[in-house]
């Protein structure tokens, strides 16, 4: 069955520190790996995409890896702020017959001063 | 900077009724996207529409609903009979090109069936 499994369900952090967020999943065949940044009752956005190929993507403070041998990817947040609390979600893209997206439950981290 | 807008941003209707739920998707974009948040639930797929068809579909997207480009701007959901379980947080997205492009979410059409 395809899943996308996230951890943790929620962290708490102090600001300025790091932290890491992670995604296994069994979808097959895999396409794509996506994490989106989700503010409570808004809509998604987007932080990263990764191919097959591709075992690290970079956008700010963001960096995100993806093992496709293992089936892991992880979200790593550096020098985290307050604006950073949000729900980060797993997304991993499915082409297979049908193109499916296919979405973990999220980690909701929370940043405090 | 360009954004994809939805409207309404609240909705509430009887069961059994139809809504639409309406989109502007960014402008030079190609693919348009529907999904939908259970309160409390995962984002989940509903569809992707390409050429003026649908590309993907769920096993969600039932024959219940339906969507539509009714002109060059506008992208929209149909639900035709609504349920208590359609009561969820509908978002709309957009990508320029290939599907590996990033996609841009809309704010949300929160729908309460009552």
């Known amino acids: 069955k395809n899943q996308v499994e996230q951890s943790p369900q929620s962290l708490i952090i102090l600001e300025g520190k790091n932290c890491t967020l992670q995604?296994?999943?069994?979808?097959?065949?895999?396409?794509?790996l996506r994490w989106y940044k989700q503010d409570t009752g808004r809509g998604p956005v987007s932080l990263t995409i990764?191919?097959?190929?591709?075992n690290t993507k970079s956008n700010g403070r963001y960096t995100a890896t993806l093992d496709a041998d293992t089936k892991q990817s992880s979200l790593h947040i550096t020098a985290s702020q307050l604006s950073d609390s949000a729900s980060y979600i797993c997304?991993?893209?499915?082409?297979?017959?049908?193109?499916?997206?296919?979405f973990g439950t999220g980690t909701r981290l929370k940043v405090l001063a | 900077e360009p954004e994809v807008t939805q409207t309404p941003s609240h909705q509430v209707t009887q069961m059994g009724q139809e809504v639409i739920l309406r989109c502007v998707p960014i402008?030079?974009?190609?693919?348009f996207y529907w999904y939908r948040q259970i309160l409390g639930q995962k984002v989940e797929f509903l569809v992707s529409?390409?050429?003026?068809?649908?590309?993907?579909k769920s096993e969600i997207f039932d024959d219940q609903f339906s969507v539509e480009r009714p002109d060059g701007s506008n992208f929209t959901l149909k639900i035709r009979s609504t349920k208590l379980e359609d009561s969820a947080m509908y978002f709309c997205?957009?990508?320029?090109?290939?599907?590996?492009?990033?996609?841009?979410f809309g704010p949300g059409t929160r729908l309460l069936v009552l």
């Open positions: 997205a957009s990508t320029k090109e290939q599907r590996h492009q990033t996609q841009y």
């Open positions: 995604c296994n999943y069994t979808v097959s065949p895999f396409s794509n």
């Open positions: 990764m191919t097959f190929s591709e």
């Open positions: 997304v991993v893209g499915s082409v297979g017959g049908t193109y499916k997206y296919i």
């Open positions: 402008s030079n974009h190609l693919y």
């Open positions: 529409f390409y050429n003026n068809e649908i590309s993907e």
